[in-house]
T-cell receptor, first 118, second 117 residues
């Protein structure tokens, strides 16, 4: 099966500019996640979707970050305006239905989008 | 909140020797624990998980992990390390919370495994 697709792979912007990342999950995967991975740290969940509804966005800096998952398939994560501390790899992951309610679901990750803010 | 800790930033081992990457957890209730591996410039890949049952869990690429309730640990092991095992390893736990009230996969900070030829 095709994996989780993400684009762009690399992006360099200046602070206060905006950027958008795109993710296409594995077909049939109902749950989609966006994680932020800062160098030397583990992935931190930003937002979790179940189909096209938001399940959790408690760690999303809503003053500058936004995400949507129209039609319950692909998703876009936007940062506007970017700050230096937003430099990180943004990982998208998806998981199939059936195990989400128990927390036993296995995530499949994309390769990530590396953002550098100058 | 549930959490995992990976006490070692880096583990060095010679090829052919056994390896252990440590993880301890802090949860209330029954822990669901996972290990993922991240190769350079790649996303995380699932290795194995413990939900219930046998304390020794076998996973991909010859890895296994032992769930120890008394020590609240879930260490990742492999009997004979390969140079190609060099990567970042992340322990994860299901956590409950967030604005929507759901299970959230929460990751440790990661351990860099370096296998020397």
């Amino acid at each position: 099966e095709a994996g989780v697709a993400q684009s762009p792979r690399y992006k360099i912007i200046e602070k206060r500019q905006s950027v958008a990342f795109w993710c296409n999950p594995i077909s049939g995967h109902a749950t989609l996640y966006w994680y932020q991975q800062i160098l030397g740290q583990g992935p931190k969940l930003l937002i979790q979707f179940q189909n096209n509804g938001v399940v959790d966005d408690s760690q999303l800096p809503k003053d500058r970050f936004s995400a949507e998952r129209l039609k319950g398939v692909d998703s876009t994560l936007k940062i506007q305006p970017a700050k230096l501390e937003d430099s990180a790899v943004y990982l998208c992951a998806s998981s199939p239905p059936g195990q989400q309610s128990s927390g036993a679901n296995v995530l499949t990750f994309g390769a990530g989008s590396r953002l550098t803010v100058l | 909140a549930q959490s995992v800790a990976q006490p070692e930033d880096q583990v060095n081992v010679a090829e052919g020797n056994p390896l252990t990457v440590k993880c301890t957890y802090s949860v209330s209730g029954n822990p669901y624990l996972f290990w993922y591996v991240q190769y350079p410039n790649r996303g995380l890949q699932f290795l194995l998980k413990y939900i219930t049952g046998d304390n020794l869990v076998k996973g991909s690429y010859g890895f296994e992990a032992e769930f120890n309730k008394s020590q609240t640990s879930f260490h990742l092991k492999k009997p004979s390390a390969l140079v190609s095992d060099s990567a970042l390893y992340f322990c994860a736990v299901r956590d409950w919370g967030g604005s929507g009230g759901s299970y959230i996969p929460t990751f440790g900070r990661g351990t860099s495994l370096i296998v020397h030829p």
